[in-house]
Structure formats: structure tokens, C-alpha cells
């Protein structure tokens, strides 16, 4: 509320002190400025957008399929279904225009009994997809952290 008040005070001010008393384009010049100034590219978009989660998790598809620590875990798994909800679920985490409309984690993997050690050596193998995405280590770090929080509800042992 106040920098609204503050902006209309600055408008009025930039309206008196015109030469031509053309208030529009004062206000236009300093709405762009400002909403240029406020815009910082989303996780999502510092990622790469969808090409990039895309190849995330096509690279953890193919690591996943090698691993003899969580495999087991997805061998029953529907795989294009399991691409298509990680891709939403994760364009939405990374605040991408993505809405994610699926099962909870805690559902996703209850009766999975998924302890420390495996939950941890996912992370490894994401974090290894995300490596041969030529995924960025900071942008990594951001992503991991808006994961970190699921830890709780994905463990169950």
C-alpha cells in the first residue's frame, strides 16, 4: 500500500515537472523499469525450461534401469507415466507453469519402505542425472533444496 501511495506521489511529481505534462509516458517508463528490475528468471527457467527436465529425468530413467540398489523400487512402474508426473512435478516445484495435480509423495511411496540408504543413494543417482544434463552445480543446489523438504515423507523405515 505504501508504494502505491508513493508511486502516485512520484507520478504527480513527474507529471508537474514535465515539460510536456505527458503523464503516461512517465508512467509508463517507470512501470518497465521497475517490473524489468523485479523480474528474476524463475528456477524453472534457470534450469532450462522443459528441454532440460526432460533430460534430467531421461538420463535417471537410464540410470535407474542400472542400478541394482533402487531398481526394484520402480520395476513394476508404469515409465512413461513415471517421466510425465516427475516432469509436471518437478516444472512445478521449480515454479514452472506447470501444475502438479498427482498423488502426494507420502502416497506415491507408501508400503514402498524406502530407508536412509536408498533415499540417499536416489539423491546420488538424481544428482548424477542432473550431471549428465550439464545441469549447473548452483542450480542443482536450488533444485536439491526445494526436494530436501520431501525427505520426511518419502522415508519410511
Not at 523480474?39 to 541394482?68: C, F, R, S, V, W
Not at 546420488?124 to 545441469?135: K, R
Amino acid at each position: 500500500m505504501k508504494k502505491s501511495i508513493i508511486l502516485l506521489l512520484l507520478m504527480s511529481c513527474f507529471a508537474c515537472s514535465s515539460p510536456s505534462g505527458n503523464i503516461e509516458s512517465h508512467v509508463e517508463s517507470h512501470i518497465d523499469s521497475n517490473s524489468q528490475a523485479q523480474t528474476e528468471p524463475t528456477l524453472y527457467q534457470k534450469m532450462g525450461e522443459k528441454p532440460a527436465l526432460d533430460n534430467i529425468i531421461d538420463h535417471l530413467i537410464n540410470i535407474i534401469g542400472q542400478d541394482d540398489v533402487v531398481f526394484a523400487h520402480f520395476a513394476q512402474s508404469n515409465v512413461t507415466r513415471f517421466q510425465d508426473q516427475l516432469t509436471v512435478f518437478l516444472c512445478h516445484l521449480a515454479d514452472g507453469p506447470c501444475q502438479y495435480k498427482g498423488d502426494s509423495m507420502e502416497d506415491i511411496h507408501q508400503g514402498m519402505y524406502i530407508n536412509k540408504n536408498e533415499f540417499n543413494h536416489f539423491v546420488e543417482l538424481f544428482i548424477e542425472a542432473m550431471d549428465a544434463a550439464d545441469i549447473s552445480y548452483p542450480i542443482q543446489n536450488l533444485l536439491l533444496a526445494q526436494l530436501a523438504p520431501l525427505r520426511k515423507t518419502i522415508i519410511n523405515m
